[in-house]
């Protein structure tokens, strides 16, 4: 039994931060490639930050410079730190393990694994 719960979403300013935070009740951190995806409504869910479990990381250009993915392994817990915030950010902000993947591609994606396992998200909202 697996469970993947994300959590650290709200409401903030053009500018400002958030953490979102994403805990893993099994060994997916440990054992595969974990990304951060977002979609807002009426769009395409796309990817946002990636790190494998080799500890190579990726982003979607729309963030790099302002997110960074990290993940600390103790205690299961994946981290997206958002800086700078635009309205253009707004999304639900969705955790993923991608099974039988270990590397981060490009673009905030994973390697191509078997298959994807999500946990259910939380809402940001920048204006």
């Known amino acids: 039994h697996v469970q993947l719960v994300e959590s650290g979403g709200g409401s903030v300013q053009a500018g400002g931060s958030l953490r979102l935070s994403c805990v893993d009740s099994?060994?997916?951190?440990?054992?595969?490639?974990m990304a951060w995806f977002r979609q807002a409504p009426g769009k395409e869910r796309e990817g946002v930050a990636a790190i494998g479990s080799d500890g190579t990381t990726s982003y979607a250009d729309s963030v790099k410079g302002r997110f960074t993915i990290s993940k600390d392994n103790a205690k299961n817990i994946l981290y997206l730190q958002m800086n700078s915030l635009k309205p253009e950010d707004s999304a639900m902000y969705s955790c993923?393990?991608?099974?039988?993947?270990?590397?981060?591609?490009?673009?905030?994606?994973?390697?191509?694994?078997?298959?994807?396992?999500w946990g259910q998200g939380t809402q940001v909202t920048v204006s």
């Open positions: 099994g060994y997916l951190y440990v054992t595969y490639c």
């Open positions: 993923a393990a991608e099974l039988g993947s270990m590397t981060a591609s490009s673009g905030g994606y994973c390697s191509t694994g078997i298959s994807t396992y």
